[in-house]
């Protein structure tokens, strides 16, 4: 999984994306103002930095000029358009306003990860190993055939591993928006990648509400 340096001098924000980041297990460091921000990104180089605007010593459109060789995702309160062609002129990968959805932001990191290929595409968990790439899935060595959806399902899972989701979420990160199905869906393509996949014992359910796929770290 990828190295990310986050950059918010608001600490209990800081926290929150922290405790994401680790439960999809990212490793992360963390700094509180610009100057630092810059020297941590020289010293310790990411994968990914994501960049409050507002901070104190300098600013977060000052840091990407001192940055420009690391994917950079701005996370700010300035959500005027000014501020974001700004921002995207000056080289960020993506720009996200708060307050934000803990799971737009995963879903965000993950895309800019995927264009800028600086993290492993493989998971490994029990015998299993899926290739999020090449979208295929083998159990104790043996090829395992998977419908599409079924790998939609599969990577949603991955990516947002040791995270509760409710089957309305997943309906919305697996098909999509306009899907008009109903919430039993999930629970037969959830039967069919645990047996499948062996994973009976790491797709939890949640009574009332959803699923989450468990992985110790």
């Known amino acids: 999984m990828a190295k990310i340096l986050i950059v918010e001098d608001d600490r209990s924000i800081s926290e929150l994306i922290a405790m994401n980041l680790q439960l999809v297990g990212h490793s992360y460091t963390q700094v509180y103002n610009g100057r630092d921000a810059i020297t941590a990104a020289f010293n310790d180089p990411v994968d990914l ?39 995207l002129a000056l080289g960020a990968d993506d720009y996200i306003v708060k307050p934000f959805e803990m799971l737009e932001l995963l879903a965000r990191i993950e895309a800019v990860l995927r264009r800028t290929q600086k993290h492993s595409t493989e998971f490994c968990l029990n015998n299993t190993v899926v290739d999020l790439t090449q979208r295929t899935v083998t159990v104790s060595g043996t090829k395992v ?12 899972l991955i990516k947002n591993q040791n995270i509760a989701l409710s089957r309305d979420k997943l309906l919305e990160l697996a098909w999509g928006y306009d899907y008009g199905g109903e919430t039993r869906t999930v629970d037969t393509h959830i039967q069919k990648l645990r047996s499948k996949l062996k994973w009976e014992g790491n797709i939890k359910t949640l009574y009332k509400l959803g699923y989450r796929l468990e992985v110790k770290k």
Do not use: C, W, Y
């Open 145 to 156: 055939d998977l419908s599409p959806q079924e790998f939609e399902l599969l990577e949603v």
């Open 49 to 87: 930095i994501l960049l409050d605007v507002m901070l104190p010593e300098a600013d977060g459109f000052e840091v990407i000029k001192q940055v420009p060789f690391t994917p950079v995702i701005f996370i700010t309160a300035k959500d005027g358009l000014p501020h974001r062609l700004n921002g």
